[in-house]
């Protein structure tokens, strides 16, 4: 629920209500059809197109859902008229996101993959000069709710600590991420299934451009890149047996930038073959 005391008032007009109100229910509905019906109607497709390794799903926070949910009561009485209002910065954010979740949605009906019947309905209502009015209109309102974000963002950082103001920016972009897949996904499916050959060529992929950052830090000359790759799929083959300690594959994917990582993986390549040392030249 929103702090009466980072909240900010203001103003918001039938205009930019009838822009806010249609993703916000949308994403209310979304989440209420997940809980009571067992749908996930739009959400990533994670059992058919499973995610490459390491993919972030983001957290899933009640307390920011709730927020989503009280936002709706507020503003749904609202939604044809506008009027003043109350909103921390996590309920502009939310709005904001609610908007673009929208043209999200917009933008999946109008594509040529629905077909049919579909299709044609949904060019009559949304044809291009609609949905381009609406992608300005959009922007316009964001850019307003952006500034009373910044002024609600003041407040916020003026009654709670740095760290605590991290924090809850950092719980709220993991809430926003799970959002983003699990209730309001709306592009494409991928292409093709990410099947275990697939994933395990993407993690040797990831591996080896590990191993040349960290052996051109060394200061040596890779090596050739079936060479490299054999190299990795040979720590690859030891990681999953538990031979490497704590420099799992697991623990590599989730620092795959690290000096610790790259600096480990070179080293595992630099007690097997020789390599050539770079010249200062």
Not at 87 to 100: G, N, P, Q, V, W
Request: proline share 4%; with cysteine.
């Amino acid at each position: 629920m929103t702090q009466s005391g980072t909240a900010l008032r203001f103003r918001l007009s039938a205009g930019q209500m009838s822009v806010i109100w249609p993703g916000l229910d949308l994403l209310i509905k979304s989440y209420i059809a997940q809980n009571t019906k067992g749908g996930r109607r739009y959400e990533y497709p994670f059992r058919m197109f499973p995610p490459p390794f390491g993919f972030y799903r983001g957290v899933f926070s009640q307390e920011h859902m709730d927020q989503i949910l009280a936002i709706g009561k507020l503003l749904g009485p609202r939604s044809k008229t506008g009027g003043r209002v109350r909103m921390d910065t996590i309920e502009l954010r939310a709005s904001i996101f609610a908007i673009r979740a929208h043209l999200g949605f917009v933008r999946m009906l109008r594509r040529p993959s629905l077909g049919g019947r579909s299709q044609k309905k949904t060019n009559k209502s949304i044809d291009d000069a609609s949905y381009a009015q609406l992608q300005t209109r959009s922007q316009r309102v964001i850019l307003s709710l952006e500034r009373h974000m910044k002024r609600a963002n003041r407040i916020l950082s003026k009654s709670i600590t740095k760290e605590q103001f991290k924090l809850r920016m950092q719980a709220w972009t993991a809430h926003l991420h799970w959002m983003s897949l699990h209730i309001a996904y709306f592009k494409a499916w991928p292409g093709k299934s990410f099947g275990r050959k697939t994933l395990q060529q993407a993690i040797i992929d990831q591996l080896t451009k590990m191993a040349e950052q960290g052996i051109r830090k060394a200061g040596y000359q890779v090596p050739e890149p079936p060479q490299l790759r054999r190299m990795m799929r040979l720590y690859a083959s030891s990681a999953r047996r538990f031979r490497e300690g704590k420099y799992s594959i697991q623990f590599m994917m989730a620092h795959p930038g690290s000096y610790e990582t790259t600096c480990y993986l070179a080293e595992f390549v630099f007690r097997r073959l020789e390599l050539k040392e770079l010249s200062n030249s």
